[in-house]
T-cell receptor, first 118, second 113 residues
């Protein structure tokens, strides 16, 4: 069974609008960490945001926020006020284990390609 | 601080050839790993290491060997390249203290003919 599921292979959003990228995960470990990475066409992997399983509040980093719904095992990325430079592949990932996943391996979903239209 | 470096950036091999992808980090990270990225598949873990002298297999280890003789270096060896190993390879490292992000190298694009 897939540990990380990203159901949207591709998405379009109008510049300046908000967009939500879906991510669901599967784990029986009570301690884990959830990550989002951005991969522009140049190929590098850019860390965006982290959410620990015990964190009470949703993580935010600038225009990025993580909508964490623990009971639904959902960790959607919300990008506010989309910019042309947000066009990229976005990967959701998870690390299981003690300390919010500090010891485990990072497991990735298959990604969502976001295209921002001017 | 160079971060995570990988060489070469591009490589073309013939089936059956061997080669080593180099990875180095200068952040004194205990953990290092190799991923391969194929279209529509995300990143899949090949091998990882939690310290010098310690390595373990990930999700797709077949056809690859690793070693970790120093904290800084984590080379990936293809013993007998196959077309199925055509992929983009990423090396990554992170500290095992706390919830730290994983830093990725720029990737190596490998084509096996």
């Amino acid at each position: 069974a897939q540990k990380i599921t990203q159901t949207q292979p591709g998405m379009f959003v109008q510049e300046k609008e908000a967009v939500t990228l879906d991510c669901t995960y599967d784990t029986s470990d009570p301690s884990y960490g959830l990550f989002w990475y951005k991969q522009p066409s140049s190929g590098e992997m850019i860390f965006l945001i982290y959410q620990g399983s015990y964190d009470q509040q949703n993580a935010t980093e600038g225009r990025y926020s993580l909508n964490f719904q623990k009971a639904r095992k959902s960790a959607n990325l919300v990008i506010s006020a989309s910019q042309l430079g947000d066009s990229a592949m976005y990967f959701c990932a998870m690390r299981e284990g003690p300390g919010g996943g500090s010891q485990g391996n990072l497991i990735f979903g298959k990604g969502t390609k976001l295209s921002v239209k001017p | 601080n160079a971060g995570v470096t990988q060489t070469p950036k591009f490589q073309v091999l013939k089936t059956g050839q061997s080669m080593t992808l180099q990875c180095a980090q200068d952040m004194n990270h205990e953990y290092m790993s190799w991923y391969r990225q194929d279209p529509g598949m995300g990143l899949r873990l090949i091998h990882y290491s939690v310290g010098a002298g310690i390595t373990d297999q990930g999700e797709v280890p077949n056809g690859y060997n690793v070693s970790r003789s120093t904290t800084e270096d984590f080379p990936l060896r293809l013993l007998s390249a196959a077309p199925s190993q055509t992929s983009v390879y990423f090396c990554a490292s992170r500290s095992l203290s706390g919830i730290n992000e994983q830093f990725f190298g720029p990737g190596t694009r490998l084509t096996v003919l």
